[in-house]
């Protein structure tokens, strides 16, 4: 049974920083795609960011490039998300996501709510 579970949300001001993570109960942690979603109130879940495998590949969305890092530990079966310059739209409960290749993203933790005011 996969467990995924993200850690690092809170309050915080606009400008300020966060760094999420997520421990993964996956004994093959360094062969999957990872990745972190997001879902704001009242709007549909959004991705965020994703890292490949070794060699390691990123991507993100255009509303967080050049602010957000994803990053990943896979000694620690650890998956992180820096989170700089955080404006008030980031406000949302961010998923963290494991992507099977044949499957898609096919298990997803419960969430770790980042809420910025303005």
């Known amino acids: 049974q996969v467990q995924l579970v993200e850690s690092g949300g809170g309050l915080v001001q606009a400008g300020d920083s966060l760094r999420l993570s997520c421990a993964a109960s996956?004994?093959?942690?360094?062969?999957?795609?990872m990745g972190w979603f997001r879902q704001a109130p009242g709007k549909e879940r959004e991705f965020v960011a994703t890292i490949g495998r070794r060699p390691v590949h990123t991507s993100y969305a255009d509303s967080v490039k050049g602010r957000f890092t994803i990053s990943r530990d896979n000694a620690k079966n650890t998956l992180h998300l820096q989170m700089n310059s955080l404006k008030s739209e980031d406000t949302a409960l961010y998923y963290c996501?494991?992507?099977?290749?044949?499957?898609?993203?096919?298990?997803w933790g419960k969430g770790t709510l980042v809420t910025v005011s303005s």
């Open positions: 996956l004994r093959t942690f360094s062969t999957y795609t």
């Open positions: 996501v494991r992507e099977d290749q044949y499957y898609g993203m096919d298990y």
